[in-house]
């Protein structure tokens, strides 16, 4: 069973950050789309942020300039650096892989932004 490993998330207070890593296997990482969603409670889950295979970046017009993804093929890991950080932002953040219409998810880590 494939499994991603997600790391990160926590309590911040507002304007601040966090990075989220999101660590794959080398076998389905190759060629894929990544990508990070996430889901407040009573809310749908949403699409943050990801890259195609072919590299474009698409944002989330409420993250755009505040956020970055990134990944590093060299240690099959896709990151969010998440800055300037709202209470809005609060919500369980999960990394997508989709490698040949395959959908991998992480088991999803808790971003609280409170004072």
């Known amino acids: 069973q494939v499994q991603l490993v997600e790391s990160g998330g926590g309590l911040v207070q507002p304007g601040g950050s966090l990075r989220l890593s999101c660590a794959a296997p080398?076998?389905?990482?190759?060629?894929?789309?990544v990508g990070w969603y996430r889901q407040a409670p009573w809310e749908q889950r949403e699409m943050v942020a990801r890259i195609l295979s072919g590299g474009t970046i698409i944002y989330a017009d409420s993250v755009k300039g505040r956020f970055t993804i990134s990944r590093d093929n060299a240690n099959n890991t896709v990151y969010l650096q998440m800055n300037s950080l709202k209470p809005e932002d609060t919500a369980v953040y999960y990394c997508?892989?989709?490698?040949?219409?395959?959908?991998?998810w992480g088991q999803g880590t808790q971003v609280t932004v409170s004072s």
């Open positions: 997508k892989i989709v490698q040949f219409g395959t959908n991998y």
């Open positions: 080398g076998s389905i990482f190759s060629f894929a789309a």
